[in-house]
Nanobody
Framework: QVQLVESGGGLVQAGGSLRLSCAAS????????MAWLRQAPGKEREFVAA????????SYTESVKGRFTISRDNAKNTAYLQMNSLKPEDTAVYYC????????????WGQGTQVTVSS
């Protein structure tokens, strides 16, 4: 049974930093892409960043480029999202999710972690 467990959310002032972690277990993840998505109150869930676990290829939504960095530690089956220069509009529940490379839909989801950025 695949499990994704997020941690690292919290309350931070604007301009501050947080690092989210997503620990995956339950199978091997070769050929998978790990993503972070977020959902703010009253808004649809949106893509934030993703990384291909095999080769480290990354992508980001425009609004976080230069501020957020996604990385992974394959030995620990863990992905990270380093978030710097946080803004109040980054406030959301952040989810990690896994999908096979080449698929559109995500196969597995974490439970989410709250990130709140105060102004």
């Amino acid at each position: 049974q695949v499990q994704l467990v997020e941690s690292g959310g919290g309350l931070v002032q604007a301009g501050g930093s947080l690092r989210l972690s997503c620990a995956a277990s339950g199978r091997t993840f070769a050929g998978f892409r790990m993503a972070w998505l977020r959902q703010a109150p009253g808004k649809e869930r949106e893509f934030v960043a993703a990384i291909t676990l095999d080769n480290g290829l990354t992508s980001y939504t425009e609004s976080v480029k230069g501020r957020f960095t996604i990385s992974r530690d394959n030995a620990k089956n863990t992905a990270y999202l380093q978030m710097n220069s946080l803004k109040p509009e980054d406030t959301a529940v952040y989810y990690c999710a896994l999908r096979r490379v080449g698929k559109i839909e995500y196969d597995y989801w974490g439970q989410g972690t709250q990130v709140t950025v105060s102004s």
